[in-house]
């Protein structure tokens, strides 16, 4: 599988390389501009901002559907650090993403109180924090001596998918699950639009800050371990081990980041991180790919299209069933919202 995905990657770099000869050309003076502009402090700052709202109703319609309320709000900021020779680069990169949904009316059936019914509770379809910090020493025109760190989380507390209730406990919340790279390596940048950052010596960890989770096992960490010899008569088992909190791996990373204008007003950002733990050199590799296309309506309209890819072996992706269940997983989002740009030009 990781290899279909390397092999589409470069066939799609190299459908860029192609006509990107040009635009390169045309493009250094605007970015050395925007260096130049920037020279008294260094830094380069700026972002994207999106909404997208979606509603649809149905009335005595004969082939059937349900009504559906969505909203999703984006957000990618970065500010970029350059020293004044041009030898060292700091960059900093932070994504976010929230989202709800509601399906059906605003009050569904209630067995219990039939005249009233329940209140039908928006539940959350997107949450996302991504953080990206990595410092580059120049080595050449092409190349840096980089480190690298990064954090990948949620905001807020999410429930499983059938619980649109919350009557039971949430799965998740902000640090459980947290997971990220600590890295030292090379970072080729052949174009502008192109990042390609490769580590040998990489630490990953995972981080599940709430101890019940932990206690669980899930995303990967260790269970709690627990006595079961006296649990006559209902008795709850003892718990003689806590769970993992934090897990901790050493193996070989790869980053590329591709955003690139495919067209006046299309742009597309693409980050595929790759991850292989030494103690399983070569099998297990964790992927995370994310694409995202924004395609600019007018001024303040855009269209978006996010679909995101992970492979991680140590998830259990269905811990209602017996056995670890590994499976990949798919994030698919198409809206059509506000959006705005603000600071400087990358």
Do not use: C
């Not at 003076?29 to 999106?50: E, H, R, Y």
């Not at 297990?284 to 072996?313: A, E, G, P």
């Amino acid at each position: 599988m990781t290899k279909k995905i390397i092999t589409g990657l470069v066939l799609l770099l190299a459908a860029f390389n192609a006509n990107a000869q040009e635009e390169d050309v045309k493009k250094v003076a605007a970015a050395g501009t925007a260096l130049k502009a920037n020279t008294d402090t260094g830094w380069i700052k700026g972002g994207f901002f999106s909404t997208n709202i979606s509603n649809t109703t149905f009335s005595n319609w004969a082939s059937g559907g349900t009504n559906n309320t969505a909203l999703i709000a984006n957000s990618s900021l970065f500010a970029i650090y350059h020293s004044k020779d041009m030898k060292n680069m700091w960059e900093h990169y932070l994504d976010l993403a929230y989202g709800v949904i509601r399906n059906g009316e605003g009050k569904i059936r209630d067995v219990n109180s039939p005249y009233f019914g329940k209140t039908n509770p928006f539940v959350k379809n997107e949450d996302k924090l991504v953080f990206t910090s990595k410092y580059g020493r120049k080595i050449n025109a092409k190349l840096n001596l980089s480190g690298l760190f990064s954090l990948n989380t949620q905001m807020f507390q999410g429930w499983a998918k059938e619980d649109i209730f919350r009557e039971n406990n949430h799965v998740s919340n902000f640090l459980a699950q947290g997971f990220g790279y600590l890295s030292v390596g090379i970072d080729y940048k052949p174009k502008s639009w192109l990042s390609v950052y490769v580590s040998p010596i990489t630490a990953k960890y995972t981080i599940v800050r709430e101890q019940r989770l932990a206690d669980l096992g899930v995303f990967g960490v260790k269970p709690a371990v627990y006595d079961y010899s006296d649990t006559v008569g209902g008795k709850a088992p003892k718990k003689i081990k806590n769970g993992e909190t934090l897990r901790q791996e050493l193996g070989w990373y790869a980053n590329i980041f591709l955003k690139k204008d495919l067209a006046k007003n299309i742009n597309l950002q693409s980050r595929l991180e790759l991850f292989n733990n030494y103690q399983n050199f070569g099998q297990n590799i964790d992927v995370n790919w994310q694409n995202t296309l924004n395609m600019k309506i007018n001024k303040f309209i855009t269209v978006s299209l996010i679909n995101q890819l992970i492979y991680d072996y140590d998830v259990d992706t269905n811990p209602s069933k017996e056995g670890k269940q590994i499976s990949i997983q798919l994030k698919n989002f198409f809206g059509i919202g506000f959006s705005a740009k603000f600071g400087d030009k990358l």
